[in-house]
């Protein structure tokens, strides 16, 4: 069974930077693709950005070139990392994995940007 890990969330002021962690377990990472969403106060649903097998990546219109998505294959881990942040990024973000085989979520990490 996949086994999700998220961290790095916390409080940060605007303009802030954070870097949100996703580390996957019982997968085989190389072939997944590897997302993450978020979900505002609103409870709206949005993509963030995604980063693909081959390390394509792909970003929410609201980022701007603010957030960097990347990862590691050595350490299973994908990274999000967060510049210039906004009020309107608080949510909470969810890493989702997507292989052949398993479409997997974790239980998310909270990010509140605020003065």
């Known amino acids: 069974q996949v086994h999700i890990a998220e961290s790095g969330g916390g409080l940060v002021q605007p303009g802030g930077s954070l870097t949100l962690s996703c580390v996957a377990s019982?997968?085989?990472?190389?072939?997944?693709?590897i997302s993450w969403f978020r979900r505002n106060p609103t409870n709206k649903r949005e993509l963030v950005a995604v980063?693909?097998?081959?390390?394509?990546?792909n970003y929410g219109d609201f980022v701007e070139g603010r957030f960097t998505i990347s990862r590691d294959s050595a350490k299973k881990t994908v990274l999000l990392q967060m510049t210039s942040l906004k009020p309107e990024d608080t949510g909470v973000y969810y890493c989702?994995?997507?292989?052949?085989?398993?479409?997997?979520w974790g239980q998310g990490t909270q990010v509140i940007v605020s003065s």
């Open positions: 989702n994995v997507l292989t052949d085989m398993d479409d997997s």
């Open positions: 019982e997968i085989n990472f190389d072939r997944a693709a």
């Open positions: 980063i693909g097998r081959s390390g394509g990546t």
